[in-house]
């Protein structure tokens, strides 16, 4: 049981770039989320899938486009990276509000 | 002012103390308040959760919600080394936009 798992752990881009951050759960959870982390400002929402089909925007979606795969998978893509972008990205799972559980990070700059 | 108001530290205590980390809100729609702990360069991990008011008790910790106050904080008994970390609280309600706003985190070190 892995939890929640994600790729790449590491990721330097240049401006302008684009990538795909990938996110997989085997909770069998309904719920997934997609969190930045940056110093002073805690975690951040950046779009959130309660269900398998659905995705709606956080508190900072701009710049940030999800994909709900199928229930396993939700990736988060960038399409032209910013260094505002530079940030710990995390993704996690979750059947209610009060509990997520939540993948190792991607760290990513973007020079 | 942010939602969510939680005092970064760092905050060093020696083994054995009783640590209390804290938090205080602005929402008073909040229904669920949480506790994660972070480890560094990991990814956050619930502690626990209380909904409304009321105390919650887990081995050493206790999770306590005071309304009234806005006000939710975390003890920690007979803290060990292992306990060293960043504590973020996070708060949400039930409506239909399930989101969660988190505070910044506090960084705490248990010294042996």
């Known amino acids: 049981n892995a939890g929640v798992t994600q790729t790449p752990k590491f990721q330097v881009l240049k401006t302008g770039q684009s990538m795909t951050l990938q996110c997989a759960q085997d909770m069998n959870h309904n719920s997934m989320y997609w969190y930045r982390q940056d110093p002073g400002m805690g975690l951040r929402l950046i779009y959130y899938?309660?269900?398998?089909?659905?995705?709606d925007k956080g508190e900072v979606p701009n710049g940030y486009n999800v994909s709900r795969l199928n229930k396993r998978e939700f990736s988060l893509r960038l399409e032209s990276a910013a260094p505002s972008q530079t940030s710990v990205y995390f993704c996690?799972?979750?059947?209610?509000?009060?509990?997520?559980?939540f993948g190792p990070g991607t760290r990513l700059t973007v020079t | 002012q942010k939602e969510v108001e939680q005092d970064p530290g760092p905050l060093s205590v020696p083994e054995g103390a009783i640590v209390s980390l804290n938090c205080t809100y602005s929402n008073s729609a909040f229904q669920y308040f949480m506790w994660y702990r972070q480890y560094s360069r990991k990814g956050p991990e619930l502690l626990m959760y209380t909904y409304s008011s009321g105390n919650k008790e887990d081995g050493r910790f206790t999770a306590q919600v005071d309304k009234s106050s806005k006000y939710i904080s975390l003890f920690i008994r007979d803290s060990q080394p292992s306990d060293s970390a960043t504590y973020l609280c996070a708060m949400g309600n039930s409506g239909g936009y399930q989101k969660v706003t988190f505070g910044t985190g506090t960084k705490l070190q248990v010294i042996p």
């Open positions: 899938s309660a269900s398998e089909g659905t995705t």
């Open positions: 996690a799972s979750g059947e209610g509000i009060y509990e997520q559980y």
